[in-house]
Each structure stands twice: as structure tokens, then as C-alpha cells.
């Protein structure tokens, strides 16, 4: 390192002062990283979705007839309607029952704790066994859930097999599962808000309605975009769940932009296609990250 330190003091070539100096070391690993792990990939597909390539065959440069042929897609728009409802759907739910729910643990009463733990367990189980174990309960003829439904008079419902029930009943197995998620980060701002503001309002005769919507919301409001963010970036890329259970069907019911990329890359093997859907599905999440992040920035 004082080798180093010495070449880059005595030479005058800036190139050379940078790439001697020991700071550049220091950082070295962390751009190797970031080179091999998300740049090379990113550009590998950019570059594959500009190819005509199906698995076996020699690939063709096609410039962006793949993007022309998206666009001109029916199951392309259907993916992009189906990605964003169970978005806007999961994504509302979400937050509204973890609000609820963080109010609520943040309150002190005898079983907090265990209340607490059991009602943040769903996040540590993996989605593929979430999966599993929601195909089973709703199966519509040995389901356990239709089964109570019989009991209580109330006629079956297919659940996963309607094209018209699929998509809201995703949405409540995602929110069942990333709920806590949503729990453990407004639980947290709840616990680092101020105390002198909600002293005052009760001087002044404030209910708590009143104290919630004039001072918990707005102080609140970074921790609700933080956790809008984090699920925002999971949301749009919506697989696991839907590839256990549906697979995208019925039909296309289900198809999300993810499972249609998955499907054209690995079962029909036009990955150039594929890879095409992939780079779009990467600019939506990132343009709705950027806007959800300015967002934030203008409340804070």
C-alpha cells in the first residue's frame, strides 16, 4: 500500500493518481460486486431482448421488433392490467390492516407480546409453503374454507378457478402474508413519534379521532411511504404465490408481467421475447419507485 501511496503522489497522470490511490481499493470490492451481480445481468438481457433467439436455434438481431411486438401483444396488456390491480388492491389492504393493526400493538395490555408474535409469524414462513397451504384450504371440493362455508349455508366459490375471484383472492393471500411486514415498519415510526403534540391536544380537548388525523397521519407519513416503497418493489414483481397456485390461470386471469415472461422464456423458450417483457417489467418498478421516493421527499 505504500508502494501505492508513492506511485500516486509522484506521478502527474490523473488516471494513474486514481487508480493507485488507496481509496480505490477500498471501494474496489464493492464495484466488482455491482458489476458482476446487477450490471452484466441487466445488460445481458438488454442486449437478448434486441435478439430473435429461441432455445436451440442460432440467435438473430432483431433491433426492437420484440418492444413492437410487445405493444402489439393482447396478453402483454392483459399482464400489465392484472400486475397493477393486484397491486393497487394488495398494496391499499396492506396498509390500511397494518395501520390498524400497528395502532393496535402499540397499545399496552396484558398479551402484547404473544399477540405480537403470532400475529407477525406469517412473514417468516416461505411463499412457496404459503402457497401450498392456501391451494389446500381453498380447493372448491375438499377445501376446508368451502367446507365452513357449506355449514353456515352459504354457497361454495371456486376462489382460484374463477377468472372473476383469482385476482382479489391473490391479493388476500399476498396481504395475509406481508401484512407484518407492513406492521413492523409503522409500529417502529409509531414508537419514535413525539409525545409533546398528543399532550397538547388532549389540553386542548382534541378526541382521538381528531389526534390521529391531525397528528399521527402526518407524522406518521414517511414510515407509510417507506413501507409503500419496499412492498411497491415486490408487488409489481408478483410471482411466487401465483406460479404455486395458478400459474397464471384461469386462462389468463392471473397472468402478471412476470408470470408471461416466466412462461415465454421457459416454456415456450423465446427468451428474447422474454427478455424484452423482463426490461419492461424493470422500467415500471423503477419508474414507480422514483415517483413513490420524490413523493416522500415533498411530505418530509
Not at 508513492?6 to 488516471?15: H, L, R
Amino acid at each position: 500500500m505504500s508502494a501505492l501511496t508513492s506511485i500516486a503522489g509522484t506521478s502527474k497522470n490523473p488516471f494513474i493518481r486514481f487508480l493507485t490511490s488507496p481509496f480505490i481499493w477500498l471501494i474496489a470490492p464493492a464495484v466488482i460486486f455491482l458489476l458482476v451481480m446487477i450490471a452484466f445481468p441487466l445488460g445481458y438481457v438488454l442486449y437478448m431482448s434486441t435478439q430473435d433467439f429461441l432455445v436451440g436455434l442460432q440467435a438473430t438481431a432483431v433491433g426492437l421488433r420484440n418492444y413492437l411486438q410487445m405493444l402489439a401483444d393482447p396478453v402483454f396488456w392483459i399482464g400489465l392490467r392484472v400486475t397493477f390491480t393486484l397491486y393497487i388492491i394488495s398494496l391499499a389492504a396492506q396498509l390500511v390492516i397494518g395501520l390498524w393493526i400497528a395502532l393496535l400493538l402499540n397499545r399496552n395490555f396484558t398479551g402484547a407480546r404473544s399477540l405480537r408474535t403470532i400475529l407477525l409469524s406469517p412473514l417468516a414462513m416461505p411463499p412457496v409453503a404459503v402457497g401450498m397451504m392456501w391451494l389446500i384450504l381453498l380447493d372448491p371440493e375438499f377445501g376446508p374454507i368451502n367446507y365452513l362455508l357449506k355449514v353456515l349455508g352459504l354457497p361454495n366459490l371456486l376462489f382460484l378457478a374463477s377468472p372473476h375471484q383469482v385476482v382479489p383472492t391473490l391479493a388476500a393471500i399476498d396481504t395475509w402474508q406481508y401484512t407484518p411486514l407492513i406492521v413492523l415498519i409503522l409500529l417502529g415510526g409509531l414508537r419514535s413519534l413525539p409525545d409533546q403534540p398528543y399532550e397538547a391536544a388532549v389540553i386542548d380537548g382534541a378526541s382521538n379521532v381528531q389526534q390521529f388525523w391531525y397528528i399521527t397521519l402526518p407524522l406518521l407519513r414517511p414510515a407509510i411511504i417507506t413501507a409503500a416503497v419496499l412492498r411497491s418493489i415486490d408487488l409489481l414483481r408478483f410471482f411466487d404465490t401465483i406460479y404455486i397456485t395458478t400459474q397464471g390461470g384461469p386462462g389468463t386471469a392471473s397472468t402478471t408481467l412476470n408470470i408471461y415472461a416466466y412462461k415465454s422464456g421457459f416454456v415456450f423458450f423465446h427468451m428474447g421475447y422474454a427478455s424484452a417483457l423482463m426490461i419492461a417489467l424493470f422500467v415500471i418498478v423503477l419508474v414507480m419507485v422514483f415517483a413513490l421516493s420524490l413523493f416522500r421527499r415533498s411530505v418530509q
